[in-house]
């Protein structure tokens, strides 16, 4: 199992920028792929963006070209700067890493006022 502790979640205006970091340990030498999720109330959980252990990534069509996925696999972290946010951003953002089974972080709430 891996343990995944989100943070840099909070209040952004329309425009502005947030960086979410999510740390990874316990059994991480299996994690394959990390990545974020995004929930926003009344809707269905949907993919942000992935990479892989390689640095292959993979974005969600809404947040394609605003929103940038990174990792530093020395110290177990995967990153998310988001930029040119918008109003319908705001979501409770998931961290999730992929090995022998998906696991989930706590959640951080984003929310970008217009």
């Known amino acids: 199992q891996v343990q995944l502790v989100e943070s840099g979640g909070g209040l952004a205006q329309a425009g502005g920028s947030l960086r979410l970091s999510c740390a990874a340990s316990g059994n991480i030498f299996r994690v394959l792929a990390m990545g974020w999720y995004r929930q926003a109330p009344g809707k269905q959980r949907e993919l942000v963006a992935t990479i892989t252990s390689g640095g292959s990534t993979n974005y969600g069509d809404s947040v394609k070209g605003r929103f940038t996925i990174s990792r530093d696999n020395a110290k177990n972290t995967v990153y998310l700067q988001m930029d040119s946010l918008k109003p319908e951003d705001t979501a409770v953002y998931y961290c999730?890493?992929?090995?022998?089974?998906?696991?989930w972080g706590q959640g951080t709430q984003v929310t970008v006022s217009s």
């Open positions: 999730i890493a992929d090995s022998l089974r998906r696991d």
